[in-house]
């Protein structure tokens, strides 16, 4: 089951966190399944790798790459606070620390999107044939070079822009606050 509260982690306003409703998108066009191998870049908080710890079980393996420092702790945090053991928490800056997995995995979540054109093409050769790789941006900018980088792969990518609003409860009643609007662009290895 996907989408725990966003409430249910530990968090630091710093470090921005991929929103509970995007999580349950993103894993979803990530096709994800029990007993997959995950890779999470740019992990933050930690919210995705949790998330996908969780459903991927305890034969299947998430890795977490973050270069924020107190990201890779406030990662670290949450991966505890929910008791799993299948998480590996890389720090260091994608595209250089990929060559940390030697195994090839299923599906690649990316929610942090510096050096991303390098991020992609490093991907490509950790993922399996028929793998997922799922991009999460704020910037248009970002989504356009997603699409392209994975155009020139031949991974055939979607794109969908989400835009959600959720009730805030008030003295008066509920006020729907704006959830960023972003971009989700996908695509699957040939
Ligand atoms: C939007 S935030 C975190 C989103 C995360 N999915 C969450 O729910 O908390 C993006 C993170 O990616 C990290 N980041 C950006 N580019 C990166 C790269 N090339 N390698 C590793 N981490 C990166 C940043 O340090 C930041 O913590």
């Known amino acids: 089951m996907l989408g725990i509260p966003d409430e249910m982690f530990i968090r630091n306003e710093k470090i921005p966190m991929t929103k509970e409703e995007i999580r349950v998108l993103a894993l979803s066009k990530a096709k994800l399944f029990h007993g997959a191998k995950f890779v999470d ?67 690649i979540f990316v929610g942090g999107s510096e050096r991303l054109e390098d991020s992609l093409v490093a991907s490509n050769e950790i993922l399996k044939k028929k793998g997922r790789i799922v991009i999460d941006a704020i910037l248009l900018e970002t989504a356009v070079k997603a699409m392209e980088v994975l155009n020139s792969m031949n991974y055939n990518p979607q794109i969908i822009e ?29």
């Open 41 to 107: 870049i740019g992990s933050g908080t930690g919210s995705v790798t949790v998330e996908a710890g969780l459903y991927v079980g305890s034969k299947g393996k998430v890795y977490a790459i973050e270069k924020d420092p107190n990201a890779v702790e406030l990662t670290r945090k949450n991966v505890e606070k929910f008791d799993l053991h299948n998480v590996t928490i890389i720090q260091g800056e994608s595209p250089d620390v990929l060559k940390e997995i030697r195994e090839e995995v299923d599906a």
């Open 162 to 190: 989400v835009i959600i609003a959720k009730g805030m409860k008030t003295s008066k009643g509920y006020a729907m606050l704006s959830r960023n609007p972003i971009f989700i662009v996908y695509g699957e290895k040939p």
